[in-house]
């Protein structure tokens, strides 16, 4: 069964300071990796995914099958990253999206 | 084109009572969620719709629970007698297939008194 654990249930970095929020995962195959993010008082959405290889507001995600990890980086921490963060993992086919227990990320000015 | 709408926004209910949430998932998406959000806490899967199969049921936490998605489209999801620790935000969520990005609603936040 494919499982997605967010070690960290908050996150509290001060302002400049580098981001790491942990993703590991567990399923056999070659999974789809996502992060979704929801900031204060707005919709959950997609932050990025890692097929596209994108750096989004910053944050960048790198899929290491090795340690299967999906970890998401950001060098500089801002006030407005403050949010909570969800890594998410599709196995394909028809099987549902698992979801982590997300992390709330706190960048203190 | 509209995004994920879910109604109502806000319900407040009495213990006992039956309730019933609405989910407009963008059209043509075939693939659609059940989530709760209780306060403070993470995504709690309910339920999955994936085009005509039969629903992935395995997050229902009782079987006061239960949702329909009728012609592919709408969802409505039940709560039959309705308790407090029902109280959360219900999200619901929709993607174009099974794998992709899923577009999320704004929710309705539940309260049982």
């Known amino acids: 069964a494919q499982r997605v654990t967010q070690p960290e249930k908050l996150l509290s970095v001060f302002k400049g300071a580098p981001v790491e929020l942990k993703c590991n995962y567990s399923y056999s195959g070659s999974p789809e990796l996502f992060w979704y993010v929801q900031y204060s008082r707005q919709r959950l959405q997609l932050l990025l995914r890692h097929i596209s290889r994108e750096s989004i507001k910053g944050f960048t995600a790198d899929l290491n099958k090795g340690e299967t990890s999906f970890h998401l980086k950001k060098p500089f921490a801002q006030e407005e990253d403050s949010a909570m963060y969800y890594c998410?993992?599709?196995?394909?086919?028809?099987?549902?999206?698992?979801f982590g227990t997300g992390t709330k990320l706190q960048v203190i000015p | 084109g509209a995004g994920v709408s879910q109604s109502p926004s806000n319900k407040v209910t009495e213990k006992g009572k039956d309730v019933e949430l609405r989910c407009d998932p963008i059209s043509g998406h075939t693939a659609l969620y059940w989530y709760r959000q209780s306060l403070g806490q993470g995504l709690e899967f309910l339920i999955y719709?994936?085009?005509?199969?039969?629903?992935?049921k395995s997050g229902l936490p009782s079987d006061r629970f239960s949702a329909e998605r009728t012609g592919g489209s709408v969802s409505t999801l039940t709560i039959q007698r309705t308790q407090q620790e029902d109280s959360a935000v219900y999200l619901c969520?929709?993607?174009?297939?099974?794998?992709?990005?899923?577009?999320f609603g704004p929710g309705t936040r539940l309260l049982v008194l």
């Open positions: 969520a929709s993607s174009r297939d099974s794998g992709e990005t899923q577009y």
């Open positions: 998410a993992l599709s196995s394909g086919g028809y099987q549902k999206v698992t």
């Open positions: 719709f994936q085009g005509n199969s039969a629903p992935d």
